[in-house]
């Protein structure tokens, strides 16, 4: 397996072709980005820590019985992945209130969300991703209800496994975005699991350990990203 030609540009990843048409692999860069590629910089090591960080997830996520697309790291900053068709829509499960909901819904930063909520959000960066329901989903064809609520289902059993995860750790999951694809008929989780995509917060502080440390220009937001690591085990090789 080779890598080959360069398919797609994401904000912070970019995806290559290889010899074998199942299998891609995925660059992890440092640039960081958000308020939909308004703020834009590059953080030093960030590439490497999340893709460390996410063979650590997925492998936890497998060992639970959750498939992805993961196949295995390849270097600092690179994994080789399943081929997926992503679906265009992002499944956020939200475990206390911060960012859109609070804006949203008026709801104070903080508040315990019991049962979790879940979201569906289009993935569309011209239109700033904006929220959608089952009913759009079905009507423009972007899923079906089998993947619809395979992804629900995906989603909850993720929650459960890394709430208990990161607790153990002295972390809250607040919330996490994941994106799913498909995969020769069969569902699987896609694109990453980082501080990038999710919110955790110190269980005895709730200092900010993810990527509102960017958004909010709190700074340390790498270091952040290696404290969770280091909280959890993972070992960055610093090279
Ligand atoms: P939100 O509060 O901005 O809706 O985001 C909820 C969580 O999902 C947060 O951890 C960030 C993550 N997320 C992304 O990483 N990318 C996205 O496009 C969206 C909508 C959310």
């Known amino acids: 397996m080779e890598k080959q030609q360069l398919l797609y540009k994401g904000k912070a990843k970019s995806v290559y072709a290889t010899t074998d048409a199942d299998l891609l692999v995925m660059e992890y860069r440092d640039d960081t980005s958000a308020f939909n590629g308004q703020k834009l910089e590059q953080l030093e090591r960030k590439g490497r820590v999340?893709?460390?960080?996410?063979?650590?997830?997925m492998g936890k996520l497998a060992a639970a019985g959750i498939a992805s697309h993961f196949v295995r790291q390849l270097g600092p900053t690179e994994a080789l992945v399943k081929r997926l068709q992503m679906i265009?829509?992002?499944c956020v499960v939200r475990n206390f209130a911060a960012g859109s909901l609070c804006k949203r819904l008026g709801i104070e930063?903080?508040?315990?969300l019991t049962p979790p909520t879940y979201e569906l959000f289009l993935k569309n960066d011209g239109l700033g991703d904006p929220m959608i329901n089952e009913s759009h989903a079905l009507s423009f064809g972007w899923a079906t209800q089998a993947q619809l609520d395979r992804m629900r289902e995906l989603s909850m059993q993720v929650n459960a496994v890394l709430r208990e995860l990161f607790v153990a750790g002295g972390m809250l999951l607040v919330d996490f975005k994941l994106e799913f694809g498909v995969h020769h008929g069969e569902i699987l989780l896609g694109d990453e699991f980082s501080p990038d995509g999710c919110?955790?917060?110190?269980k005895e502080t709730r200092k900010k350990l993810d990527k509102d440390r960017f958004r909010q220009g709190l700074g340390g937001v790498?270091?952040?990203y290696e404290e969770v690591g280091a909280r959890l085990g993972i070992q960055f090789d610093g090279a």
């Open 88 to 90: 265009p829509v992002e």
């Open 50 to 57: 999340n893709n460390t960080f996410n063979s650590f997830i």
């Open 222 to 224: 790498v270091e952040a």
């Open 199 to 202: 919110r955790l917060w110190d």
């Open 109 to 112: 930063e903080g508040l315990a």
